[in-house]
C-alpha cells in the first residue's frame, strides 16, 4: 500500500477513536447528575415511596387478620396474635414497639375484634407513637446552622443538597460547606448541587481539617446575610473515638462563632438498614446532642416499620424521609401521611 494512503488511514482512524473517547460521558459527574436531579414523578411520592414496604406488611397482616372469626371466644392465646407479631416484626418495628402495639391492642378488646376494627386501632397505635415524639423548637437565628452526621454511604451529601433545594424553594437564602473533607467525590457532588440551585457552597481547601471548612461556611453565612448554613461531614464510623472527637469540635467551633449553635443536628440513618442503624444512631446521639433524624433510601426499602423503632429506642422525632431520588423527594415527615400510605385504612 502507499505510505501516504497508509499514514492518511492511520490519521482517520485515530482521529474517530478520540471523536468517540470525547463523547464518551464522564461517570463520575453522570452519576451525580442522575441521582440528585431526577425527573420528578407524577405520582404521590408518599404512595411511590413507601410502596416497597407497604406490600408486604399489608400481605402478611391480610393473612394474620384471616383467622379472625366472629364465633370464637376471645383469648390473648389466639393465633392470630402470634401472626400478627410476626407480620410487625417483619415490617421492621422492632421487638419494643411491636411488644408495645400487641400489649396496647389485646387491651383495647374484650371479644373477638373484627379484621376491620383491628386495622383501625393498630393505625391510632402508630399514629398516636409517631405524635408522641416532640419535635424541636422553631429556631429563630439567622443563619440557622444545620450539621448532617453519620456513618459512610448513608447519604448526607444528598440530603445537604435537597435540604438546600427545599429551603430555596420557601425563598430562603442558602449556603453549603462541603465538610467531608476525606471524599474529593462528596465536594464534588455537593458543588454540583451548588450549581444547579444557584447557591454558594464553600469547600476545603488541600488537606482543610473538617472544624476549618465548619468556621469558614459559618462566618461565609453572617457575611452574606443567609437564612440557613447547611453544613455536609465527613462518614465516620461510630465505633471510632478519634473521629467522634473531631465531630465534638466541628460543633465547638460553630458554636463559638453562633452562640447556640448548631441549632439542627441531623442524623442521617440509611432505611434500608432497618434495626441495624439503631446502634449507630446511639454512639453518634452520645456524641453530640441531636435534633432528629434523617431516614434516607426509603423507596429502596421493605423496611418501613424502622421509623417507629428509630422513634422510640432513641426517642428522637424523624423530620425528613427520603422517598425517592428527585429533588423534591426529601419530605418533611408528617406522621398522618406516613401511616395513611403505610397501612391505608
Excluded: Y
Excluded at 402478611?60 to 384471616?66: F, G, N, V
Excluded at 391510632?124 to 429556631?139: G, H, Q, T, Y
Excluded at 420557601?170 to 448541587?193: H, M, N, S, Y
Excluded at 444547579?196 to 481539617?209: F, I, S, T, Y
Aim: a neutral charge; proline letters at 7%; one cysteine or more.
Amino acid at each position: 500500500m502507499n505510505p501516504v494512503i497508509s499514514i492518511v488511514c492511520l490519521i482517520a482512524v485515530a482521529c474517530t477513536i478520540a471523536i468517540i473517547l470525547l463523547r464518551r460521558p464522564k461517570k463520575a459527574k453522570e452519576s451525580i447528575k442522575n441521582e440528585t436531579f431526577s425527573p420528578i414523578s407524577p405520582k404521590n411520592p408518599w404512595e411511590q415511596g413507601l410502596e416497597k414496604s407497604r406490600g408486604p406488611l399489608l400481605s402478611r397482616l391480610k393473612e394474620s387478620l384471616a383467622s379472625i372469626t366472629s364465633q370464637e371466644k376471645w383469648s390473648e392465646k389466639h393465633p392470630l396474635w402470634e401472626s400478627l407479631e410476626e407480620s410487625l416484626l417483619a415490617a421492621d418495628l422492632g421487638p419494643k414497639v411491636t411488644e408495645l402495639f400487641l400489649s396496647d391492642l389485646k387491651k383495647d378488646f374484650q371479644e373477638m375484634p373484627s379484621p376491620e376494627l383491628l386495622k383501625q386501632k393498630l393505625r391510632e397505635r402508630m399514629l398516636s407513637l409517631l405524635n408522641a415524639i416532640p419535635l424541636p423548637k422553631p429556631v429563630n437565628s439567622k443563619p440557622m446552622v444545620t450539621v448532617l452526621i453519620g456513618v459512610n454511604g448513608a447519604g448526607k451529601t444528598t440530603t445537604a443538597g435537597k435540604l438546600a433545594a427545599l429551603a430555596k424553594s420557601e425563598g430562603k437564602k442558602v449556603i453549603l460547606g462541603a465538610g467531608d473533607t476525606f471524599r474529593a467525590a462528596a465536594v464534588e457532588q455537593l458543588q454540583v448541587w451548588a450549581k444547579r440551585l444557584d447557591v454558594e457552597c464553600v469547600a476545603p481547601a488541600q488537606g482543610a481539617n473538617p472544624a476549618a471548612v465548619a468556621f469558614d461556611v459559618v462566618a461565609a453565612g453572617l457575611a452574606r446575610e443567609v437564612d440557613e448554613v447547611i453544613l455536609d461531614t465527613a462518614g465516620r464510623l461510630h465505633t471510632k473515638d478519634n473521629l467522634m472527637e473531631e465531630l465534638k469540635k466541628v460543633a465547638r467551633v460553630i458554636e463559638k462563632k453562633i452562640p447556640g449553635a448548631p441549632h439542627r443536628v441531623l442524623l442521617v440513618l440509611d432505611a434500608t438498614l432497618g434495626q441495624n442503624a439503631i446502634q449507630q444512631a446511639r454512639e453518634f446521639t452520645a456524641a453530640i446532642p441531636t435534633t432528629g433524624i434523617v431516614l434516607t433510601k426509603m423507596d429502596g426499602s421493605s423496611r418501613g416499620g424502622a421509623v417507629f423503632a428509630v422513634s422510640v429506642e432513641l426517642g428522637l422525632p424523624v423530620m425528613f424521609i427520603g422517598l425517592g431520588e428527585s429533588a423534591d423527594d426529601l419530605r418533611p415527615f408528617h406522621p398522618q401521611e406516613f401511616v395513611d400510605n403505610l397501612l391505608p385504612a
